[in-house]
């Protein structure tokens, strides 16, 4: 199951069973701790070999990561900044608009800075918080239209919520009185989303969805 959600939300290539991720959502923040440990490698380095790599931080984000979630939060920022009349319009074109550029440009200049000032731990926590709130956005959101998220979302229940906690309660632990910060914060980010994604698109699609991946992430980096 683990294999399956690493599959799907990074670029590592093993094979994976789609059928099985989403009946077990919670992996999510399981496969968060992979990814986290990967971006924090600079960090590692940094503390064990005296060696401040850090800016390679946000290039070994998007090797892992890919470019599915940055994709999502360009397409919500070119309907973020849409007229009203185009928003969902906006955040089905395929194509590229102004409002999405300037969103990727400021999301990717903030993490190049904010990750060279994090430690490992505050980056896997973050990564964690990340995924976390893509599973909590699905468990209580519905779907804006038929598509990918329509598909993963038919599963989601709060028992993968529950699940999912203990690698953000152990991250939590090791960070300390912050941590309750940055999960408030978490909190804060899909409210938001879910709120205004039901008021503009009817519910949340694979954009969103990502978007709160990279949004949280950001945020809790910040916050920590």
């Known amino acids: 199951m683990l294999g399956s959600s690493i599959a799907f939300l990074t670029t590592i290539p093993i094979k994976g069973d789609i059928e099985k991720l989403r009946r077990n959502l919670w992996t999510f923040t399981y496969t968060a701790v992979v990814i986290g440990l990967i971006i924090a490698i600079p960090d590692f380095v940094r503390q064990y070999a005296g060696f401040d790599i850090r800016f390679l931080a946000v290039a070994l984000y998007m090797a892992v990561e890919g470019i599915n979630h940055i994709d999502g939060l360009i397409d919500f920022g070119d ?13 089905k074109d395929t194509n590229t608009g102004a409002g999405g550029i300037a969103t990727a440009i400021l999301y990717l200049v903030l993490l190049y800075h904010t990750l060279q000032l994090s430690n490992a731990i ?11 709130s893509m599973l909590l956005l699905m468990v209580t959101s519905k779907p804006s239209w038929e598509g990918m998220a329509s598909y993963m979302m038919e599963f989601a229940g709060f028992k993968d919520v529950f699940i999912a906690l203990p690698p953000l309660i152990v991250a939590g632990y090791l960070i300390g009185l912050n941590s309750v910060y940055a999960i408030a914060m978490t909190i804060v980010v899909v ?13 949340i699609n694979g954009d969103i969805i990502g978007s709160a991946n990279c949004i949280t992430f950001l945020s809790s980096l910040l916050t920590l």
């Open 79 to 91: 309907a973020f900044f849409a007229p009203e009349s185009r928003k969902k319009e906006a955040l």
């Open 122 to 132: 505050q980056i896997i926590f973050a990564q964690i918080a990340a995924k976390f």
């Open 191 to 203: 409210l938001i989303l879910k709120g205004y994604s039901e008021k503009k698109f009817g519910g």
